[in-house]
């Protein structure tokens, strides 16, 4: 038996035999070919310098946290461009400085 059988249909009566279905996987036979003299053909795996940075930049965006931050305060002297295409709402768009 390879797992946890599944058992239904129990019925379980005084002076009557216990009867239930039980299903369950069962390990196949297995037949042990001749498997002397195969040739098996092994080729070195060929990873390259794209392939490492790839594969690190799947990682990165894989385990990657965004984490909202409270805004910095703002201070006298402190100043922010905005280029605005188009916004909702706005017929016209704008720049401020």
């Known amino acids: 038996m390879v797992g946890r059988p599944n058992v239904t249909d129990v019925h379980f009566e005084k002076g009557e035999p ?7 996987e069962v390990a ?4 042990l070919g001749d498997y002397r003299g195969i040739t098996i053909h092994y080729a070195e ?3 390259t310098d794209e392939d490492v940075i790839k594969r690190l930049e799947e990682l990165r965006e894989q385990k990657a946290q965004y984490v909202t931050i409270d805004p910095l305060p703002v201070e ?3 100043y922010c ?4 295409d188009s916004i909702a709402g706005v017929e016209t768009p704008g720049s401020s400085g």
């Open 76 to 78: 006298d002297g402190d």
């Open 45 to 47: 795996p060929e990873v």
């Open 18 to 24: 216990l009867r239930f279905k039980a299903e369950f």
């Open 28 to 31: 196949p036979e297995v037949v």
């Open 81 to 84: 461009l905005v280029s605005l």
